[in-house]
Nanobody
Framework: QVQLVESGGGLVQPGGSLRLSCAAS????????MGWYRQAPGKQREWVAS???????NYEDFVKGRFTISRDNAKTTVYLQMNSLKPEDTAVYYC??????????????WGQGTPVIVSS
């Protein structure tokens, strides 16, 4: 069983910073890629950033230059460093991971979500 546990969300002022973490645990062969999505109230979930097994990163245009996605040396934890936060960034942030199981099957897993509120 694979589980993604997110942390780091909270309330911050506009212009502030926040660092989200997502740790993968369980039995699997490899993590092929990890990413972050967000969903604001009344809106659809949207992609924010991703990182593949080679360490290549991609970002949504709106957050590019402000957010940075990274992973630890073990490649089991993904981070999202968010700087210069705006009220429009307010949303529940979800991490996901593309994982190859021990039986060589590929699945996408989702975390439970962590809320980020940018407000004065």
């Amino acid at each position: 069983q694979v589980q993604l546990v997110e942390s780091g969300g909270g309330l911050v002022q506009p212009g502030g910073s926040l660092r989200l973490s997502c740790a993968a645990s369980g039995s699997f062969f490899s993590i092929d890629g990890m990413g972050w999505y967000r969903q604001a109230p009344g809106k659809q979930r949207e992609w924010v950033a991703s990182i593949n097994s080679a360490g290549n990163t991609n970002y949504e245009d709106f957050v590019k230059g402000r957010f940075t996605i990274s992973r630890d040396n073990a490649k089991t934890t993904v981070y999202l460093q968010m700087n210069s936060l705006k009220p429009e960034d307010t949303a529940v942030y979800y991490c996901n991971a593309r994982i190859t199981t021990l039986s060589s099957r590929s699945y996408t897993y989702w975390g439970q979500g962590t809320p980020v509120i940018v407000s004065s």
